[in-house]
Nanobody, 122 residues
Framework: QVQLVESGGGLVQAGGSLRLSCSAS????????VGWFRQAPGKERAFVAR????????SYADSVKDRFTISRDNGKNTVYLQMSSLKPEDTAGYYC???????????????WGQGTQVTVSS
């Protein structure tokens, strides 16, 4: 089992920055790909960014590309999401998830955190 805990959310003005952390316990995170997702009120959960187990590969949603950066420190069992140039539309609950691989060609997200709220004021 892997327990994930997000932190770093808060209230920030448009154009500001925040760094979210996803810390793991129970098992090393170094063998899992990790993703960040977000969900705004009344909307479905959406993919934000993903990083491979080694950190060599990353991918981003088009809406956050060039503004957000995902990284990881396997020595600290933590994955980060650096968010810059924040917009009001980035307001959402942000969740991290760990993936051990694929099932039927679709990435399987095995573990989820409880989320941290990010609110961007205009």
């Amino acid at each position: 089992q892997v327990q994930l805990v997000e932190s770093g959310g808060g209230l920030v003005q448009a154009g500001g920055s925040l760094r979210l952390s996803c810390s793991a316990s129970g098992r090393t995170l170094s063998t899992y790909a990790v993703g960040w997702f977000r969900q705004a009120p009344g909307k479905e959960r959406a993919f934000v960014a993903r990083i491979s187990a080694t950190g060599a590969s990353t991918s981003y949603a088009d809406s956050v590309k060039d503004r957000f950066t995902i990284s990881r420190d396997n020595g600290k069992n933590t994955v980060y999401l650096q968010m810059s140039s924040l917009k009001p539309e980035d307001t959402a609950g942000y969740y991290c998830a760990a993936s051990s691989g694929f099932a039927l060609g679709v990435r399987r997200w095995d573990y989820w955190g409880q989320g941290t709220q990010v609110t961007v004021s205009s």
